[in-house]
Each structure stands twice: as structure tokens, then as C-alpha cells.
């Protein structure tokens, strides 16, 4: 199902996010830094995890350092989490990656290696870690973000959206698992906007691409939105 997002989290309120627990792998990134924020800033504890700690200043954030590629680490980490916070409702991937050529004559084969650890493993690792807290959640949510490639590749990128396109096939198989008031979605961009990319390039067209902000708005907004509406859902937001 593809639809685009009717919320921005705007109107999620610090008393609704109250007690919530969330994680946010790929944390240490500039979506990852805005999403744990947002998150942070309406009400919800944060547990930003990344491969090196970073000094948050905010009580409401626990930084955490873990590799993801580990599966035996990474389920210990989950337990970890949910039994020093009771509970865990919420699961942000944003663990990222790029890599592509010219033509598809032209694809190395080592740029697949790359981003199926970065872009398969590591989701497989952490939602079967996390699973059975989000499931047992009233309000579990995980979501990751794709691209548009996903389900329409091109030639110089072909490693890059098949390991996209696996990345969502998991995420809607996670879906089907869900019985109750859990959801897992797929948050679809062109590409993600930075202020540091617009001053960059100042007078350029960025028309196309989705801001980290209006990300972690729509991340926020997640819990606002029933679980029907977002399981099994491609939202896009650019």
C-alpha cells in the first residue's frame, strides 16, 4: 500500500509521548539526530544508538554503541533495553548507505557486499531483536526509510535498490506478524535535505528532497496514527 502521509506529528503532544520508549539505530546521522531529538523534544526516552556514543546533553536520550552486524550482540542489547526501560515502543531504523556507478555493465559486486550489511543485515538484526517487545507494545511502531529506486531501479544503482527493495520485503513481512496494535511502515524519500546541504548550495532546487525535520515530524507522528492505517504501508514523502 502506498499512500502519502496525512500527519507531520505536529500535534503530538509531550503528555501523549510521555513514558514511551523508542529506539533509533543510525542515531549518530543527521536523520538520526533529528529524528532522536523530535522524539526526545515531545515527551518519549530515546535510546540513540550508534557506532560511537555522542554527548546529547538531554536526560531524555540514552546513547548507546552497539554493531549491529552482530546478531548475538544486538539481541543482547535488545534485552538490555527492554528490561532496563519495561518496555520498548517504538523501533526508528535509520542505519543508511549509498553506493552506485554509471551503467549496469559497470556494477561491482563489492558495492552489493557493502549494502546488503548495511541495508539488510542490519535491519533483520534489530527487528528480531526488538519484535517481541514492539509486539507486546499497545502502540508498537517501527519504520524505516526507503527510496523511491525500491520499486524502480536504475541501471547505476542496481545493488543499491535491491538492498533497498530486501529492506522493504522484511518490513512487510514484520507487518504481516503483527496482530494488534503494532504497525510496521516504510517511509519513502527522494533523497533527505540538511540545512548544511543548503548552504552549501545556496539558489539550488531542492524541491524534490524531504528535510530531516519534516522526517522526524512525520516519525513523531507515527504514534498519532492508528495501526491500521500504517501496517504494511509505503508512506511517501517526497
Not at 16 to 22: E, I, M, S
Not at 131 to 139: C, D, G, R, T
Not at 144 to 162: D, E, K, M
Request: charged residues 20%; without cysteine; negative net charge.
Amino acid at each position: 500500500m502506498t499512500e502519502s502521509p496525512s500527519s507531520t506529528g505536529n500535534e503530538n503532544s509531550a503528555g501523549a509521548a510521555a513514558g514511551r520508549v523508542v529506539v533509533v539505530t543510525g542515531a549518530n546521522g543527521a536523520a538520526g539526530q533529528a529524528v532522536t531529538r523530535r522524539l526526545a523534544a515531545d515527551g518519549a526516552h530515546v535510546v540513540a544508538a550508534g557506532r560511537r556514543p555522542l554527548d546529547w546533553d538531554d536526560a531524555r536520550i540514552t546513547p548507546a554503541v552497539v554493531d549491529l552486524l552482530d546478531p548475538a550482540a544486538t539481541r543482547a542489547w535488545a534485552a538490555e533495553v527492554a528490561a532496563a526501560h519495561g518496555r520498548v515502543d517504538g523501533l526508528v531504523h535509520l542505519v543508511g548507505g549509498w553506493r552506485g556507478g554509471k551503467s549496469f555493465a559497470e556494477t561491482d559486486l563489492d558495492d552489493w557486499t557493502f549494502l546488503h550489511d548495511q541495508l539488510v543485515r542490519t535491519v533483520q538484526h534489530a527487528t528480531l531483536a526488538f519484535h517481541a517487545p514492539l509486539s507486546a507494545a499497545p502502540s508498537g511502531r517501527f519504520a524505516i526509510v526507503s527510496q523511491h529506486a525500491a520499486q524502480h531501479p536504475r541501471q547505476g544503482a542496481a545493488a543499491y535498490a535491491t538492498a533497498k527493495a530486501a529492506s522493504e520485503a522484511w518490513t512487510l513481512a514484520m507487518a504481516d506478524s503483527f496482530t494488534t496494535g503494532s504497525a510496521a511502515t516504510i517511509l519513502v524519500v527522494e533523497a533527505l535535505l540538511t540545512d548544511a546541504m543548503r548552504a552549501q548550495r545556496p539558489g539550488a532546487d531542492f524541491s524534490g528532497l524531504t528535510h530531516v525535520d519534516d522526517l522526524a515530524g512525520v516519525v513523531a507522528g507515527l504514534w498519532d496514527r492508528p495501526a491500521a492505517e500504517l501496517n504494511g504501508a509505503r508512506l511517501v514523502l517526497s
